[in-house]
């Protein structure tokens, strides 16, 4: 069982109309232009605090304040940490692809990946670092060699690549949603998902092949010049 021991208790006592925000973030300071907010440059004078770094002491936060992060989220936004959080509490479920963390499995991992050649098996893996996003250095290979060098550029997972994804009309899809948690008390915790969301299409249809092509296999476009197809969350619920 993951024990998550809840932050200092929040005050009754009501806030200021206008709510003071720390960020180590630009993009916070740039685009939250709204009246209800001022920023404060001492995190404890913050009703708020909008971090990037995830170095926070949450036995200093204070009583009123309120933060974009919960302790022990590495489990979950670490790729490593997520792997073996599911394999601890779920074994190897059907809805995970097979994951190894080749900084410690990589014997195991050979295994499999030779038992797949034996059997004549799907045997394609992407490789993923650990604390990376926006698609960087990740790699779609079959090739033993290839995913064995992959360490040398820094720690990194391989996953059983899914060969039948969900497709949107024959193309890749992700979603994206903003997640609020609220945890008073030990058992009480309430979470809530923003009505709205977002979604970023691959640009090419999706096939098992040509794993080189960024644009039929990956969804993020935003950052990597190429062109960003995106959809409105109620066209793509209807």
């Not at 479920?93 to 059997?119: G, M, V």
């Not at 394609?124 to 990376?132: A, E, R």
Request: glycine residues 2%; charged residues 20%.
């Amino acid at each position: 069982n993951i024990i998550i021991p809840p932050p200092p208790p929040i005050s009754s006592s009501p806030r200021s109309s206008v709510l003071k925000v720390f960020t180590d973030l630009a993009q916070i300071e740039k685009f939250l232009t709204s009246t209800a907010f001022s920023f404060v440059r001492k995190p404890e004078e913050a009703d708020i605090l909008w971090l990037v770094t995830d170095s926070l002491d949450f036995k200093n936060l204070g009583k009123n304040q309120m933060v974009n992060q919960f302790e022990n989220e590495t489990c979950l936004t670490f790729k490593h940490s997520l792997a073996s959080t599911i394999s601890d509490i779920f074994g190897l479920p059907k809805w995970n692809p097979r994951t190894y963390d080749l900084s410690i499995q990589l014997p195991e991992f050979i295994a499999h990946h030779c038992r797949n050649i034996l059997n004549s098996s799907d045997n394609w893996w992407i490789i993923k670092p650990w604390n990376l996003a926006r698609g960087k250095e990740m790699v779609i290979t079959d090739d033993l060699s290839t995913i064995i060098r992959q360490q040398d550029a820094g720690p990194r997972i391989a996953q059983h690549y899914i060969s039948r994804p969900l497709l949107y009309y024959g193309r890749k899809f992700d979603l994206r949603y903003i997640i609020t948690m609220k945890y008073d008390e030990p058992g009480k915790l309430e979470v809530n998902a923003f009505r709205m969301f977002w979604i970023r299409l691959a640009n090419q249809q999706f096939s098992l092949d040509h794993f080189d092509e960024y644009e039929k296999h990956f969804t993020v476009m935003n950052y990597s010049g190429h062109a960003l197809t995106q959809l409105h969350y109620l066209d793509f619920i209807s």
